[in-house]
T-cell receptor, first 112, second 116 residues
Framework: AQSVTQPDIHITVSEGASLELRCNYS??????LFWYVQSPGQGLQLLLK??????LVQGIKGFEAEFKRSQSSFNLRKPSVHWSDAAEYFC??????????FGAGTTVTVRA | GAGVSQSPSNKVTEKGKDVELRCDPI?????LYWYRQSLGQGLEFLIY????????KSGLPSDRFSAERTGGSVSTLTIQRTQQEDSAVYLC??????????????FGPGTRLLVL
């Protein structure tokens, strides 16, 4: 079955430290891949997306993600976290053009 | 410009009552999507509209759920005879016309539904 897995439910990171959020997908072919962020009481905001080509994708707010076909992974990274990055992060995938399948989400807490 | 808006932002209802949730997509966006976000199930796709047509209703949990879209714009998600398990945040998203290949979906803030 097609699925998206985010192994980490909760991550705590110090302000200024680096952040990496893991995402694995299980599809018969390489899907389109997305990372969204959701702040409390807000909708989902797209950080970045991967369709094809370069395996390192740059997004907004200083985030980047690396696509690794051999590992079926699409991990999100940020070199230096700010307190405003505290939120819930969702990895999503689709093989067609509309139905997104989401991972369970990773909640990021930033400590001073 | 204006983003996707949803109303009401919060809705509390009694079990067995009907509720209507509204979504106003971004102007000019032809595709519209409904998702449900609940503690037990995470984020689930419900239905997709292209214009006023719904080519994919496969995510609607039961026949108590229905949705329509009029004028290629506003959409209403209706839940009849609500049950406690319907309690969730209902998210609407829209996307612009394009090649149809993974167009970015822009999400609204959601409607938080609580069924007592």
């Amino acid at each position: 079955a097609q699925s998206v897995t985010q192994p980490d439910i909760h991550i705590t990171v110090s302000e200024g430290a680096s952040l990496e959020l893991r995402c694995n997908y299980s599809y018969g072919a390489t899907p389109y891949l997305f990372w969204y962020v959701q702040s409390p009481g807000q909708g989902l905001q797209l950080l970045l997306k991967y369709f094809s080509g370069d395996t390192l994708v740059q997004g907004i707010k200083g985030f980047e993600a690396e696509f690794k076909r051999s590992q079926s992974s699409f991990n999100l990274r940020k070199p230096s976290v700010h307190w405003s990055d505290a939120a819930e992060y969702f990895c999503a995938a689709t093989l067609n053009d509309y139905k997104l399948s989401f991972g369970a989400g990773t909640t990021v807490t930033v400590r001073a | 410009g204006a983003g996707v808006s949803q109303s009401p932002s919060n809705k509390v209802t009694e079990k067995g009552k009907d509720v209507e949730l509204r979504c106003d997509p971004i102007s000019g966006h032809t595709a519209l999507y409904w998702y449900r976000q609940s503690l037990g199930q995470g984020l689930e796709f419900l239905i997709y509209f292209q214009g006023n047509s719904a080519p994919d209703k496969s995510g609607l949990p039961s026949d108590r759920f229905s949705a329509e879209r009029t004028g290629g714009s506003v959409s209403t998600l209706t839940i009849q005879r609500t049950q406690q398990e319907d309690s969730a945040v209902y998210l609407c998203a829209s996307s612009p016309p394009g090649q149809g290949l993974g167009e970015t979906q822009y999400f609204g803030p959601g409607t938080r539904l609580l069924v007592l």
